[in-house]
């Protein structure tokens, strides 16, 4: 687990600046602080941080093959590299260390581009091949590890594990996107391939760029998808009982270290099912690792101690209080970009926490989205099944009448919100699903932005993220294809990001097993009904687990990592909120539109409504313009 970064000349060979370089790469020394390297010949030039988690004495990087010809930096890990090895020396390579950053080098060769198709893991890695002149640029199929690049007007390529490095470089404009920003307040998030730049982009999940010198940088290549088949006939004991093997293959190996290694035990479904299994495949008592919440709303910490006294871990507890908010600044400088899950300050205090006792942590991140698991999904096929009842071309027309017409009832219980029913009726399935995952929707949006910037968009809607992936789904299915864009979307730009800045933040590399792309593609194959049963999330995974876990474990409410933001924003961060969205910084940006500003500030502290969630999206917007367009060039 590890930083990389780097600079490619794609017009010809201009020196690299080495001292440039340097910079860019101790940017992210957080990333790996144990070791530091660079590679520079005339074009090219690759920087690398390391966290030493396998071959601990031999691993350095940059690495290169026989003859230097071939050159690779990578942030990940490749959890088949035992398994390839072999294959790749029986084809005539020689290895001179036991990591599995070797095998990406000597796969290269053996296989070119496809080499991506034989790994297992998560990871993101630049190599470059001398021969052929070319950089090769990757990253895991389901987002985890992170990866930026830019072309700047000179052609010159730079590319780094966060947006730091390269904004490190000095080159890089800081120009913001519009669409980004629409997107950022559309989702708490800005979306791949986009970033808040201009001039930057991420490396889509599951993509490969390959860029030749003296050629123009052309589109990543796309090499996995998921797809939501749905056609397994197994019954459910079946069903359970080779997804107990699942993910015991998964998580067994997620265990191969040569650091100290735990987990993250939250109390809920996912991360109790990962403990429970490694339990079972350590030969020592797990570590865990949990927080828990002076406020008796947000605490699950109870439920983590019945799985950790249950499988005898070494459980450590940190008890964060309620009113921990001095982390908003050091969260938009960890995150380079606007990002507004407020989890992401007890995501950070828990792997603060984990770092403490252990170098690596196991998560069980991933498994609402593969299993079924958030209520908004069963909230979803209710009103699916009142969609079904009529095609568009009729709802649209005379249930979004009636919406316009029917008075707001937003005190009401959701089911006898008429107007909000009549609305969501009127939408298409990718519109509705939309709808309910946005902080702010379209019409607060509308409201919220002024003239001028709703004109810089030329018609741009963060709905276009969703309807461009759900036309690559290939299900109609109603669960399946927001499974589908929830892969695609929130769990890439919301969870993993949050993970993997909050991780790395601390030197601590977090896995993945509930992410693993072969239980992902077998789950495809399983049917709705698997996952989703009457009003019951992750059916298959709790049916499985009931040998493992308590029922108070398996079948409560789903809490999740809440912080309470509606309270501190009438109390403690009342005058912060003032400042922050009715202050300059925002209205001078021109983005905004003040008279709505205030009317959330005025609405929310009057108890009127709970805009909670709007604000934090406005007041870390706020902290980004702050602590990253203000910070400056580097020195």
Known sequence: MCGITGIFDTR??????????????????HRGPDEGGLHVEPGVGLGHRRLSIIDLSTGQQPLYNEDSSVCVVFNGEI????????????LGHIFHTRSDTEVIVHAWEAWGERCVDRFRGMFAFALWDRNRETIFLARDRLGVKPLFYAVLDDGTLLFGSELKSLLAHGGLKRDIDPCAVEEYFALGYVAEPRAIFKQAKKLPPACTLLVRRGQPVGEPREYWDV????????????AQSKLAHRLEESIKLRMISEVPLGAFLSGGVDSSAVVAIMAGLSKSAVNTCSIGFSDPKFNESEFAKMVAERYKTNHHLDVVESDDFDLIDTLARLYDEPYADSSAIPTYRVCQLARKHVTVALSGDGGDESFGGYRRYRLHLMEEKMRS???????????????????KAD???????????????ARSSVEGYFHSVSILRAPMRNKLFSTQFKSSLGGYDALDVFTNHATKAGTDDPLALIQYLDLKTYLIGDINTKVDRASMAHSLEVREPLMDHKLIEWLATLSSSHKVRGQEGKYLLKKTMEPYLPNDVLYRPKMGFSVPLARWFRGQLKARVQESVLGSRLADTGYFNRSYLEELVRDHNN?????????????????????????????
């Open 79 to 90: 959890y088949n590299y035992q398994e390839l090895i072999p294959e790749l020396q029986a």
């Open 12 to 29: 010809g060979k201009r020196d690299i600046d080495r001292a440039v370089l340097h910079r860019m790469n101790e940017s992210q020394f």
């Open 607 to 635: 108890g009127n409504r709970d805009y909670s969630a709007s604000i934090w999206t406005i007041l870390m917007f706020e902290a980004f313009l702050r602590n990253v367009m203000e910070a400056g060039e580097p020195a």
């Open 227 to 238: 797809r939501f088949t749905l056609d397994n006939p197994i019954s459910d004991a079946d």
């Open 389 to 407: 009842s009529l095609p568009l071309s009729l709802r649209r027309p005379i249930f979004g009448t009636l919406g316009k017409l029917y008075p």
């Open 411 to 425: 005190w009401a219980p959701r089911v006898f919100r008429a107007k909000t029913t009549f609305e969501g009726i």
